[in-house]
């Protein structure tokens, strides 16, 4: 049938999850950071995903698609909830507004989750930072994360190389600033490595200062590097 249906442009779209949070039906998720449209018939051409979209890469088209199935919505909006219940469904970016200054700037933090093109990776301030060190140091909030785009990791546990996800933000986005916060624990230099690995991949100078933070909570040493 000839119907109204969602049209994502991929050119034009950022990974951001805005359209996604939006859908009621499930019809839009974020793949390999790029808003698709999962199956025509979850998406009921109505539109509430539109007005969010901070550069205008969703639209309505007509053309020929499978009709609208609630019940194909409602048994898909279960089977996403049985996920979530599992699993982490963090991966979608947002900004976070709001008047009380006193929390993170973005969602989601974690270095494997974040879109690399995320909106608001660009003209950033961005701190990067071992996740033990949050719980160490009393104050992390005023001291690195107020003002800062936020990533944390545990080179450790995670046993991957940050240094390409690193590199890909560094590439795609204006870095104006990187402060690294790290325990000061051996497995916390992979972290610091990884750092300046992406910027000698990108060729960028961009001004980098390290914080190493003791285990009974210190600041045991700041650092500056280019």
Request: hydrophobic fraction near 35%; charged fraction near 25%; proline fraction near 4%.
């Amino acid at each position: 049938m000839i119907r109204k249906i969602v049209k994502i442009d991929e050119k034009k779209c950022n990974g951001c999850g805005i359209c996604a949070d939006a859908c009621h039906e499930g019809a839009i998720q974020i793949v390999n950071n790029k808003a698709k449209l999962v199956k025509d018939d979850y998406c009921d051409g109505l539109g509430d995903c539109l007005p969010g979209c901070p550069t205008g890469a969703i639209s309505i088209e007509e053309r020929e698609a499978e009709a609208y199935d609630e019940n194909a919505v409602k048994s898909h909006l279960q089977n996403k909830e049985k996920e979530i219940a599992c699993g982490c469904p963090g991966g979608q970016a947002r900004v976070i507004d709001t008047l009380d200054n006193n929390c993170l700037n973005q969602w989601p933090i974690q270095i494997k989750l974040v879109p690399t093109n995320a909106p608001y990776f660009d003209d950033s301030e961005l701190l990067i930072a071992a996740d033990c060190t949050a719980f160490a140091y009393s104050n992390f909030y005023n001291d690195f994360i107020k003002n800062r785009i936020t990533l944390i990791g545990c080179p450790k546990l995670d046993s991957i190389d940050y240094s390409e996800k690193i590199s890909e933000i560094i590439k795609n986005n204006k870095i104006n600033s990187i402060r690294i916060v790290m325990m000061e624990v051996p497995c916390c230099t992979g972290l610091e490595n990884a750092v300046l690995k992406a910027l000698q991949n990108n060729g960028k100078t961009i001004p980098l200062q390290t914080s190493i933070i003791s285990i009974n909570g210190k600041i045991i040493k700041n650092k500056a590097g280019d």
